[in-house]
């Protein structure tokens, strides 16, 4: 019975026109594809990161850690010396930078003899022992930073320390496994002197007796570290890198997740369509005895079939889409977050299960609202003829629509978990179920709103729109959908790059701007050679910067302190404040100007008062004000260069900005400062108009995988189109062969449905315009502002916008028309002699 | 003056056997023929013929001295839009369309302006008695209440050729009787040519005069 | 006598002529050895350590051996390198437990540079140390501690003898070349108390012991490959010590030795007076090394055959000084009778020792 049912319910259909369940196949496919992509991009990036951080950190049990310019080394044997303290092994850890514009490499300088046992990986094998490490010209290197810099045991690399060139051989490099990232390995005592590093650690890691208390170890370590410095479980060092790139790779995800709600959509349309279309099968099958559960199960079933399917060729094609991602632009796609890592494709079984189970269960929600209706309909009513499609949809969507975009509203209000904006992407869900809910009646006001002496073929054709409201309905909503999300991205996007573009102009006001080391942390200048530089002739005037690390919160990233000359007008000119700073009381501590992230993370305000571990003893500082900073992700603090020397007797220098007396070129002032060095080969000199350039660039690198997610997201939309306009098609034969014989020429046909499809997309973009820039506003004020800590200024792509609603407009028609003319190729004017 | 001469017309299957053969029909202004035959005796595809939708094999059909087999799709379509009107068994309204707008229909494809359309329409809806449903839409009517709204659309742009394909085929003896008298009628105070195409010798007996179409040969009754 | 084999330091190494490198003290004929100075540490040296192994006795339990060994190793380093890391000194410390019952040794190993106190070597008197393991000279009396979670051993051991300074007054040639040689005195027959843990298990134990120190800047011969050594506490309160220098093709190529009888005279032997004879050879099964592991010994009058306490006594010491060798608490029987207990050390068998 059930299988004669199926043969008549599924089967049949299924082999008589098998492109449209291939379309519902492929809908979910392309969902689940993307989906999975970006979550394999993402979690393959994320083990790797853990992994690297993991092996880095070997099998240390706590990890003490200082700011990145380090704390005093005297601190290791206070620790080493404490009860319950196994084994204390000291290392410094920095980038040091490169003569040349080579990338920086990190060095990590250990006591080879107490990180034996707290790094197996660099004592696997014998690579270890067959070499000198304490050769303070020697320097052993991963695989990775051997392919990356394409050197081989014995070449020599040269790095900067100041604008000295340190000149280390490569004693050996390590066997693949042993480090993932790129990193050297030297002696503490080399790496200390080669890179003017005395008296200075980064990192001491410790093994605790087995029998001790960890916690109280670690609470009795802490009560030993001076401010800035802190104790850490290997697990919670791991976090706090991850944390770095968390809110990125959500969000990724989110998108991911967008997207495959779009695709989900266009399975909910095709299944309407597609149940609306056998409703008399169906009524028939009811009639001759089929109980309404088992049609129910039927149409279900089916469903289930599509979303396995879909979900078996997303799977495939998204792990295919994830090894091309990383084979061309890495793990972060291209934004630069994980440098030279190379990843594996990371794929656990779990995961296969879970995308395809969401497949199929997002097939199944899809398909379950119209089956529902299909088959609680009494079976003599669905055997009349008659469209149901027809039907003028009921108040209580609208009503459900509104309540959604109510609590999409509310949601906002909600607090936010940690630095995940989940309200805020439960509203944007929210508001698009919402719209998609509100848009039929909407959309009926908007056609009845439009003069009804339209030119004959279109007069039909928006006559037959308004009448069926079910059908437009669904391609308007695929068009809203996969609109409002783009029009939401631009937004986003163009708000984003226009504050970027803003924002450079205002922290890079000088000419030139010069690094000691084009990355890395090793390169300064002293003040002999800031002294030389500030006698050219050629420059007009010159400020220096110093930067350099603050642990701050435990938690946390180092933030970056910036030193440096407040420049004309004080900072309150040139820092690019989010709000006009108050006014300070008389005799207040100095002033620290605070990045967004700081304000947020810290919770500070302008007038509060901020304890900075500078010098001997941590200084209060009062927040003078908040500054807007795209550059440093981790924050960043920048205080008067005249406070900084004062405090810890710190002359040298990171980088300076340089105005050119008139007529000066940059490469004149360039070659002078080289020359004024000496060894200048190293300095990092640019023109700021390609600083500007460049940084734009890597912006749109950084963005160019949400392009690929608008493709997806329009294509889906107007799939939706083509889908809706190919199920009527079908329907509507008879209605075409008459109006053939009536003296239509299939080209007005044609035309007639181009009409109807760009109509119908015009009112879906119309509305996904304003529900895209909705959020749009809530990606910039909400998601943005909490998952990266930093504002941006709206700005509209006036000339994008239309352009794009041009296009998606004309693409609708095209696809409304093909899809139709093909599915009435055969000849229409025998259609006016069916019955049915 | 319709005029159909030495008309032939074979379908491309493996016997081939011919559709229609050498058909020779003379109709003038104000003529109402009914044509029957079995099911595939070439009833339809002689009105698709007539409406220039399909062409014969060979032979001629003349509307007014014009050759419609020498014309293309486009001119037989345009043709047909201004010279002809259309009843079908199924009726064929648009469901999203008002009775009057559905009446109006070939008016306005015919490019007669909105208004007047409306107006022409309704006297057209008034003449076959249906003036007090003009509102409604035609999932709301019977049978007989559609093919006459249907006759409407058909007559309502005044045409010189009225084809009526089996259009009782849908309806009850009484409104069948009812359509028929009306179909005559107004065709008569059009002064059109009307075929009707049935395989109901009782339909038959309301034209003029009656063919049988037997094996693609067309002789009268 | 022993280990001086720490590549892993580079210790051995040619060294790169280009940079001012570490200038160590010669070992010389002349040189008279004084105490208390000269059971300190000897910094201008290269390598120098102080090495105890005896046999220890605990109720209901085979009689076991022991060793403990501090090195003190100076890498040739470039100089000017201000930084306190700096590895002017490495100290090397290992120990082993030789117990029949368990099959091979139990050992453990450790290493760090000197500096922060955290290890380190003092002059003036035997104290060196790494961490918490030590080794100190406490008045007449010698005191070690090894504490790792494996085993642990924390021992009082007082000498009974006076030091016994080997070659011609504490100059011990190595060698047909008059520089492979170094400063090296023995304290036979110490008499130890103290307790032994291995794992969880603490036992008091007592026993005897030898301590060897010796102190060097050129060690070995090019073309030595290892060596064979053996320090014998013989029953009637005489002791013996000999050796010999295998070249890389196996064979001799030096030997010496010094035999202290029960009276307490002293002879040193000329390199022809002492023949080490293999008896039975042991293949590890862990790194293949193939070890003589029984000797018939011939030195100037005394004769005697050696017998380990079990066969398996390698101790892999990669991790810290690059060398597995064999280290074996051994029995010395003269016609079937127990005449001494004592230790052999066998070096060089898996690979030539890179001095």
């Not at chain 1, 697990?235 to 968390?246: G, I, K, M, Q, Y």
């Not at chain 2, 494809?109 to 509102?135: C, D, F, K, P, T």
Request: with cysteine.
């Amino acid at each position: 019975m059930i299988r004669a049912a199926w043969q008549a319910l599924v089967g049949g259909p299924l082999r008589s026109s098998p492109g449209r369940t291939l379309l519902a196949v492929l809908a979910i496919a392309c969902g689940i594809a993307l989906g999975f992509s970006v979550h394999l991009v993402n979690a393959s990036a994320a083990a790797e990161f853990r992994r690297a951080a993991l092996q880095l950190a070997g099998e240390a049990d706590l990890v003490i850690r200082g700011p990145r310019q380090g704390f005093d080394e005297m601190l290791y044997p206070r620790i080493a010396g404490l009860p319950g303290i196994a084994i204390a092994s000291p290392a410094l850890e920095f980038q040091a930078s490169r003569t040349a514009a080579a990338p920086a490499l990190k060095i990590i300088g250990i006591d080879a003899l107490r990180a034996r046992e707290l790094q197996p990986a660099l004592f696997a094998g014998e690579a270890l022992p067959a070499i000198d490490l304490f050769d303070p010209d020697n320097i052993l290197l991963s695989a990775a930073a051997a392919r990356a810099f394409g050197v081989s045991t014995g070449d020599r690399l040269d790095f900067l320390a100041g604008t000295e060139t340190v000149r280390l051989r490569v004693a050996a490099i390590l066997p693949d496994g042993a480090y993932r990232q790129p990193l050297g390995i030297m002696d503490i005592a080399a790496a200390q002197w080669r890179f003017g590093m005395t008296g200075t650690l980064h990192r001491i890691d410790v093994r605790v007796e087995p029998q001790a208390d960890m916690l109280s170890v670690q609470r009795s370590l802490q009560t030993l570290l001076p401010a800035g410095v802190h104790v850490l479980s290997p697990d919670a060092e791991n976090r706090r890198s991850a944390a770095l790139t968390r809110a990125y790779r959500t969000n990724l995800d989110m998108l991911a997740l967008i997207a495959l709600f779009t695709g989900a959509f266009v399975v909910y349309s095709t299944q309407t369509l597609a149940i609306l279309r056998r409703r008399m099968q169906i009524s028939l099958l009811r009639a001759l005895g089929v109980s309404r559960p088992a049609v129910l199960g039927l149409l279900l079933g089916e469903g289930a079939a599509i979303g396995a399917a879909g979900g078996l060729i997303g799977i495939a094609a998204g792990g295919l889409l994830a090894h091309q991602l990383l084979a061309a632009s890495g793990v972060d796609l291209g934004a630069g977050y994980f440098r030279q890592m190379q990843a594996n494709l990371h794929v656990e079984p779990v995961t296969l299960v879970f995308f395809l189970l969401l497949g199929v269960v997002f097939a199944v929600i899809g398909t379950l609202a119209p089956a529902l209706e299909i088959s609680g309909l009494p079976p003599a009513q669905g055997l009349r003829a008659g469209d149901p499609a027809g039907q003028t949809p009921g108040s209580r969507p609208l009503r459900y629509g509104l309540a959604a975009i109510a609590g999409a509203a509310l949601l906002l209000w909600l607090p936010h978990p940690g630095e995940l904006p989940l309200p805020g992407y439960a509203a944007i869900a929210l508001l698009l179920l919402g719209s998609v809910l509100v848009l039929p009646p909407v959309a009926i006001g908007l056609l009845r709103a439009l003069p009804l002496q339209l030119p004959m073929p279109h007069a039909l054709g928006l006559a037959r729109l308004i009448a069926t409201p079910r059908h437009v309905a669904i391609s308007m909503s695929s068009i809203l959908v996969s609109f409002s999300l783009v029009v939401a991205m631009l937004l986003m996007i163009h708000s984003f790059r226009t504050s970027l573009d803003t924002w450079l102009h205002q922290v890079l006001p000088a000419d030139i701007h010069v690094r000691a080391a084009s990355s890395g942390e090793t390169g300064y200048l002293t003040p002999a050679v800031q002294q030389r530089i500030t006698e050219l002739p050629g420059l007009q005037r010159v400020e220096f910067l110093r930067s350099v690390n603050l642990l701050l919160h435990p938690q946390r990233p180092a933030m970056t302190l910036i030193a440096r000359d407040p420049g004309d007008g004080g900072f309150a000119r040139t820092l690019p404040l989010v709000d006009t700073p108050p006014a300070l009381p008389e005799g207040s501590p100095p002033a620290a100007w605070i990045s967004e992230l700081v304000a947020d993370v810290l919770q500070l305000r302008p007038g509060d008062r901020l304890l900075l571990p500078l010098g001997e003893q941590p200084q209060a500082w009062i927040v003078a004000g908040i500054w807007r900073d795209y550059a440093r992700q981790n924050g960043a603090i920048v205080i008067d260069r005249a406070d900084y020397i004062r405090l810890t007797g710190d002359l040298r220098i990171n980088d300076l900005a340089a105005w050119l007396a008139p007529g000066v070129t940059v490469e004149a002032a360039a070659d002078g400062i080289r020359h004024a060095i000496g060894n200048g080969s190293a300095l990092d000199i640019a023109d700021t108009r390609d600083i500007r350039r460049l940084s734009l660039a890597i912006f749109d690198r950084t963005f160019a995988v949400t392009w690929a997610l608008q493709i997806a997201a329009l294509a889906i939309g107007l799939l939706g189109v083509g889908l809706a306009f190919s199920a009527q098609a079908l329907a509507r034969r008879q209605e075409f062969g008459m109006l053939r014989h009536l003296g239509m020429t299939r080209r007005e046909i044609a035309v007639m449905l181009a009409g109807e499809g760009a109509l119908s997309s015009a009112v879906g973009a119309l509305c996904g315009m304003a529900c895209g820039g909705v959020i749009g506003l809530l990606l910039i004020r909400v998601i943005n502002r909490q998952s990266f800590h930093w504002s941006m200024d709206l700005a509209v792509p006036w000339l994008l916008l239309p352009l794009l609603f041009c296009s998606i407009v004309l693409c609708a028609a095209l696809a409304a028309r093909c899809t139709a003319v093909l599915a009435t190729r055969s000849e229409m004017t025998r259609a006016v002699r069916e019955d049915w | 003056m319709l005029s159909l001469s030495h008309l032939h017309k074979a379908y491309r299957e493996p016997d081939a056997r011919p559709v229609l053969q050498d058909v020779n029909l003379e109709l003038h202004p104000g003529e109402y023929i009914a044509i029957v035959g079995e099911s595939g005796s070439g009833k339809s595809t002689l009105l698709n013929l007539v409406a220039g939708l399909e062409l014969p094999d060979s032979g001629k059909i003349l509307l007014d001295n014009r050759d419609l087999t020498t014309l293309d799709d486009g001119a037989r379509t345009r043709l047909r839009r201004s010279r002809m009107g259309f009843v079908f068994q199924a009726f064929l309204l648009l469901p999203h369309l008002t009775v009057l707008d559905n009446a109006a229909l070939s008016l306005k494809l015919n490019g007669v302006a909105h208004r007047e359309a409306q107006q022409r329409a309704h006297a057209m809806l008034e003449a076959v008695g249906l003036s007090g449903l003009v509102h409604r839409f035609p999932g709301t009517l019977s049978g007989g209440e559609s093919q006459r709204v249907a006759i409407a659309r058909a007559l309502a742009h005044r045409p010189q050729v009225v084809l009526a394909d089996e259009p009782t085929g849908n309806l009850d003896p009484g409104s069948a009787g009812q359509v028929l008298a009306l179909l005559r009628e107004q065709i008569r105070s059009c002064n059109s040519i009307g075929i009707l195409v049935t395989h109901s010798m009782a339909a038959a007996a309301s034209a003029d005069r009656c063919y049988r179409l037997d094996g693609g040969v067309l002789r009268p009754e | 006598m022993l280990l001086a084999t720490l590549p892993a330091l580079g210790l051995g190494r040619a060294q790169a002529a280009e940079t001012p490198a570490t200038a160590f003290a010669a070992v010389r004929p002349d040189y008279r050895i004084s105490f208390p100075h000269d059971h300190g540490s000897h910094p201008e040296y290269r390598v120098e350590w102080w090495y105890v192994t005896g046999w220890l006795r605990s109720a209901g339990h085979p009689d076991r051996g022991f060793q403990i060994t501090f090195f003190r190793a100076r890498p040739r380093l470039t100089a000017g390198n201000p930084s306190r890391f700096n590895p002017e000194h490495v100290i090397i410390a290992h120990a082993a437990i030789a117990d029949s019952r368990h099959g091979r040794l139990l050992h453990v190993q450790r290493a760090a540079r000197q500096g922060f106190g955290l290890a380190g070597s003092e002059t003036g008197n035997t104290r060196v140390w790494l961490d918490q393991w030590q080794l100190v000279r406490d008045g007449p009396r010698y005191r070690s501690v090894i504490a790792a979670p494996e085993m642990g051993l924390n021992l009082v051991m007082t000498p009974g003898q006076p030091p016994l300074l080997q070659g011609v007054q504490g100059y011990s040639r190595k060698g047909p070349g008059a520089e492979s040689a170094s400063h090296y005195y023995s304290i036979p027959h110490l008499r130890v108390a103290g307790e032994l843990r291995a794992g969880g298990n603490v036992q008091a134990v007592t026993g005897e012991a030898w301590l060897d120190h010796e102190w060097s800047s050129s060690y070995l011969e090019p073309d030595a490959a290892g060596w064979d050594w053996m320090g014998i506490n013989l029953a009637d309160g005489g002791a013996v010590m000999a050796f010999r220098i295998r070249d890389r093709r196996g064979c001799t190529l030096w030997t010496g030795g010094a035999w202290r009888d029960a009276a307490g005279r002293t002879r040193n032997f000329r390199p022809e007076e002492v023949q080490l004879v293999p008896l039975r050879r042991w293949r590890s099964p862990r790194t293949g090394a193939d070890y003589p592991v029984a000797f018939t010994v011939t030195a100037g009058p005394v004769e005697f055959s050696l017998e380990p306490l079990m066969d398996d006594q390698e101790n892999d010491t990669r991790a810290t000084t690059g060398a597995v060798y064999w280290e074996g608490a051994m029995r010395a029987y003269r016609q079937g009778r127990e005449i001494g207990r004592g230790y052999l050390e066998l070096t060089g068998y898996l690979r030539p020792l890179a001095i």
